[in-house]
């Protein structure tokens, strides 16, 4: 089952993922602040546009989506007289599968591990009632204060000195340079902490999705406006809050854990509305969502190229304005893209294996005329 709107959600969202994942891509922007590095005021209106617009907001978004389509296609199994659990647990292998190479091999920002482990855990809910995938998400999302204290932060001299390595090694090193650095990046992100503190974040954000999908029947156009305007009026001034009073540890963290979720209904919210619309722009939006996780491979395959020395070597020369602008541009080809490909290709070919490993079987690839 295919719900137009969701598409269009997931597209949107595919979008400000790359927003926020191009500044990682031609810097080292986990391990500084660009704004120190760039003191053009330009870039620093497009960090600070970045930070508040998409930063916090479109993984839990994307993780909304991925509780949502969960009970999608637990209806379409059970439907069709299929296991949802055996189902179920070989999608999430696959996918872990695709984001274990595409994380070592491609690049080290890779959400797709993170996403199959939380959709491994959203299986132990799967036949509980609507009320409880409520309660779980509200009950993961409590201990984030303690985690986020228990990570803390390294010392400015030592994420400067990784900021180093890091242009050193993607700039100008080999290719085992390059993997080396990758898998260093991906274990800085990833340590024992800070993977529990993603998981529970996407967890939380997946089950209240569920939650969503289950109850969408009593979901009417006005309560979903009411939630668009409530949630844009808590979200943004949350967003803004260190921009407002001193930026330090704690506005910053009410920024990205209360203003980004609170962003990310907002648009959850909007592009539902709006995809009530016929326009054109809506159904190539929700083209380039429908194979999303193509589009997202490709962005770091092609960025990856740009950047890395194995391609053209730009990583830590690209300003922030001009990266933001490169990925518009690519974001837009890849709307464009979608439709034409959708034209003649049922399923976008990462898809394609998905389905197929999902399944046991070859789905159809090609329209037939």
Same mark, same amino acid.
């Given at each position: ?13 595919l979008?400000g993922i790359?927003l926020?994942?191009m ?6 922007a986990?391990y ?6 760039w ?11 970045i930070?508040? %617009?998409?930063?916090?907001s479109f993984?839990? @978004?994307f993780?909304?989506l991925?509780?949502?389509s ?6 379409q199994a059970m ?5 949802f659990p $055996?189902?179920w647990?070989?999608?999430m292998?696959a @996918?872990?599968t695709?984001?274990l190479f595409? /994380? ?10 993170t996403?199959?482990?939380?959709? &491994?855990l959203?299986l132990?809910?799967?036949? &509980?009632?609507s $009320?409880?995938?409520?309660?779980a998400?509200? =009950? *993961?999302?409590v201990?984030?204060?303690?985690i986020?204290?228990?990570? +803390? ?7 400067? /000195? ?8 993607y700039?100008?090193?080999?290719i085992?340079d390059?993997f080396?650095q ?9 340590? &024992? ?5 993603i998981v529970?974040t996407l967890l939380s954000?997946?089950?209240f999705? +569920?939650?969503v999908?289950q109850? $969408?029947a009593? @979901? =009417?156009?006005?309560i ?7 949630? #844009? *009026?808590?979200?943004?001034?949350l967003?803004?809050?260190?921009y ?12 990205? !854990?209360? +203003?980004?979720p ?8 909007? !592009?539902?509305?709006?995809?009530q619309?016929r ?17 997202? @491979?490709l962005?770091?395959v092609l960025c990856t190229f740009? #950047?890395? =020395?194995?391609g ?13 602008v490169?990925? %518009? %541009?690519?974001? *837009?080809?890849?709307?464009a893209g979608?439709r034409?490909w959708?034209?003649h290709?049922s399923?976008?070919?990462v898809?394609?294996g998905w389905?197929? %490993?999902t399944?046991g =079987?070859r789905?159809l690839?090609?329209? $037939?005329r």
């Open positions: 089952m295919r719900l137009k709107e969701i598409d269009s959600i997931r597209g949107i969202a979008f790359f926020v994942n500044l990682d891509f031609h810097s080292p986990m500084m602040s660009l704004g120190n590095w003191k053009d005021p330009l870039d620093r209106f497009v960090l600070a546009f930070d508040v %617009v998409a930063q916090a993984y839990p @978004l993780a909304f991925f509780g949502f969960m009970i999608l296609f637990r209806e439907k069709k007289g299929r296991s $055996r189902l647990i070989r999608r292998a @996918l872990l695709i984001g595409h /994380a070592f091999f491609v690049w080290h920002g890779d959400i797709l591990i996403y199959a482990t939380t959709g &491994a959203l132990l809910f799967h036949n &509980a009632p $009320r409880t995938w409520l309660f998400a509200m =009950s *993961c999302y201990p984030h204060v303690i986020a204290i228990l990570i +803390g932060s390294e010392p400015t001299r030592q994420q400067e /000195a990784m900021a180093q390595e890091a242009l050193k090694h700039q100008h090193g080999t085992a390059i080396w990758r898998l260093h990046d991906w274990m800085y992100v990833n340590d &024992a902490a800070g993977f529990v503190f529970m954000f997946g089950l999705g +569920g939650y999908a109850i $969408r009593s @979901l =009417s156009v006005r979903i406006k009411r939630v668009a305007l409530l949630s #844009f *009026c808590i979200g943004l001034p967003k803004l809050l260190p407002w009073l001193e930026k330090n540890e704690w506005t910053e963290y009410v920024q990205d !854990m209360f +203003g980004g609170a962003l990310a209904l907002f648009y959850a919210a909007g !592009m539902w509305l709006v995809s619309k326009w054109r722009i809506i159904a190539d939006i929700a083209a380039c969502g429908r194979i999303s996780i193509t589009n997202y @491979l962005q770091s740009l #950047f890395y =020395s194995y053209l070597g730009l990583y830590g020369t690209v300003r922030p304005f001009v990266g933001t490169g990925a %518009v %541009v690519i974001y *837009c080809l890849q709307v979608s034409k959708l034209q290709f399923i976008g070919p898809e394609w389905r197929a %490993v399944y =079987s789905p690839f090609r329209r $037939r």
